[in-house]
């Protein structure tokens, strides 16, 4: 199913070592202190006999939680494949009880199982697989690309029944004559998600949204919240915060939520005036001093902590080594003498869910290590999750909710009881919820893989002796404050990290002539057992890999028009 990278691990190593011995001079105080962490096994579909996929990247809405995922391949017992869809999308069944089990849709009955002699059941139905996958392609795009389609970050809730999410739309042709040209990225596109009584419904919102000379913007996360001006009064006011990855960390990019099909309106974030401009930064900026967040990245979640008090990041780098990485928005580090927004929060008095404009605020903090996902058979894990729908009464900003909700109904249902049960839990998001698709068997058109689950419970916040969250920056022996970034140190590792990464990624990709436009870890193109010489992919989940295709259909909304 999902191809594997291939990486030259000797030189990374050795830019690690620089950066680790860069950080050793700094004992940085956190608030986020791993008490223990729970395995809770792979996600569970009974309503297939036997399945293989990609991804798993969920939204609460309208009571449901949505998972989506890339590659579906329905097999019998005997492994014999029953069906393959490019991407699929299911309900967490009775998740206020059960973390595990899926209801999945389109499923039908795909004759009698040789090894059991029962009937086995696979994702078959006409929507779903006769239009490409639960995302489907249009007639033309369907044409072209017969039978293969596919979902990589999670949705954004613009309400409490709808949610928006970014994919790359990619052409691909599995035998090119020149091997650089298998992807070609057209650019991002926009799909509505919402939640119906017989299922989970898409639908695209408008063809390129992006172009593909630009950085994926929205492809690692989104986030919506309050303008910069004043709390809104209509909906239509709010500011949508787009982060792109990049081979050298991740951009920013900032559109009204009202505009978002329309990329002329976007303004992007220039780290060296530290302000939003018009002018958009290049596709391949190493320069780190130009990067909203230097670094290494592929999958990730950013999300408002109510344990923490501020943003989490929560994602996986391009290292392959299993590695859930977390950063925390430090609120005592802010960036710039704004005085609306000083050390504590805007006015120091914290934020809130929508307060987004803290993202250019205050400096995020040093990546930690958050837990180390025990990989399959197959290879290293991927597509490495974060969940804040369960253990989380405050999944939702509370603007979110309909004009006239009472405070004390600004809170959605506890999911997740058979893990945490609410009483004694601690408060909401002290447990988080991971994912991460395992490799059972590795390999490009015969592996086997599996969404996991484990559960995080958060240690009390330790106190700070010194009263503030060392970030990236730290004291100098002359007591003023020097920039982590303009060490020397840091400026040889992030020198060679971006060539050595440039360089590994080249040798094992090929792919040279697309680095930035989804992610620079890209992989080759997965066939199924009929295999296609040519297809269009839209990317809707992304991974460490690879592309995978889908295009929408089904719910319109005018939100974005």
């Known amino acids: 199913m999902s191809p594997l990278l291939r990486r030259s691990f000797g030189s990374i190593n050795i830019a690690l070592l620089i950066w680790v011995s860069s950080l050793a001079c700094i004992e940085a105080w956190t608030p986020i202190v791993v008490k223990n962490v729970t395995q809770l096994g792979p996600q569970i579909t009974p309503d297939v006999t036997r399945v293989s996929r ?94 293969r389609k596919g979902p990589g970050t999670s949705p954004t809730p613009y309400s409490t029944t709808q949610a928006f999410l970014f994919a790359p739309l990619v052409y691909v042709d599995s035998k090119p004559q020149d091997p650089s040209k298998e992807y070609q990225a057209r650019g991002m596109t926009l799909i509505s998600i919402s939640a119906s009584s017989k299922g989970p419904v898409a639908s695209r919102q408008g063809d390129l949204i992006v172009p593909g000379t630009e950085v994926a913007y929205g492809g690692f996360s989104s986030l919506l919240g309050y303008t910069t ?58 320069d780190y001093r130009k990067i909203y967040l230097p670094g290494s990245f592929t999958y990730g979640s950013v999300f408002y902590s109510p344990y923490f008090n501020t943003f989490i990041m929560v994602y996986f780098n391009k290292f392959v080594d299993s590695i859930f990485r977390i950063r925390f928005l430090d609120l005592d580090n802010p960036v710039g003498d704004d005085p609306i927004w000083p050390k504590k929060g805007k006015q120091g008095k914290g934020i809130a869910p929508e307060d987004i404009e803290a993202l250019v605020k205050y400096a995020w903090s040093p990546e930690q290590e958050l837990y180390k996902s025990p990989p399959g058979k197959g290879g290293f894990n991927y597509a490495g999750m974060a969940h804040p729908e369960y253990f989380n009464r405050q999944c939702f900003a509370p603007s979110l909710y309909p004009k006239g909700t009472s405070a004390s109904k600004r809170r959605n249902q506890w999911y997740g009881s058979n893990v945490v049960a609410e009483k004694g839990a601690g408060g909401d998001g002290k447990h988080l919820l991971l994912s991460w698709t395992s490799q059972l068997r590795g390999g490009f058109d015969s592996g086997i893989y599996q969404v996991q689950l484990a559960k995080v419970e958060f240690d009390a916040v330790p106190d700070n002796p010194d009263g503030n969250f060392p970030s990236a920056a730290a004291s100098s022996s002359d007591g003023e404050e020097s920039d982590l970034h303009d060490s020397d140190e840091f400026r040889i590792f992030l020198s060679n990290r971006l060539k050595i990464s440039t360089m590994s990624q080249n040798r094992a990709l090929g792919m040279r002539g697309i680095y930035g436009t989804h992610r620079p870890d890209l992989g080759a193109k997965e066939r199924s057992s009929s295999g296609e010489a040519e297809g269009i992919y839209i990317t809707f989940l992304f991974e460490v890999e690879r592309l995978t295709l889908n295009i929408v259909s089904g719910f319109n909304s005018n939100v974005f028009n």
Do not use: H, M
């Open 229 to 286: 001006t004043a709390k809104p009064q209509d909906f239509t006011d709010r500011d949508v915060y787009l982060l792109g990855i990049t081979d050298g960390g991740l951009q920013l990019a900032r559109a009204r939520v009202g505009r978002l099909t329309d990329f002329s309106t976007y303004r992007f974030w220039d780290p060296i005036q530290s302000k939003f401009t018009n002018k958009p930064p290049k596709l391949d900026e190493k």
């Open 54 to 147: 990609d991804g798993g990247y969920s939204v609460l809405l309208n009571g449901q939680i949505i998972w989506l995922y890339d590659d579906t391949e329905c097999l019998d017992l005997g492994g014999k494949q029953l069906s393959f869809v490019s991407n699929t999308a299911a309900y967490a069944k009775d998740a206020n009880k059960n973390v595990s089990i899926l209801q999945d849709f389109g499923v039908e009955a795909a004759g009698k199982d040789k090894k059991s002699g029962k009937t086995a059941y696979a994702i078959l139905a006409d929507t779903t697989v006769g239009t490409g996958g639960w995302i489907s392609f249009s007639p033309d795009e369907l044409d072209f690309n017969e039978r």
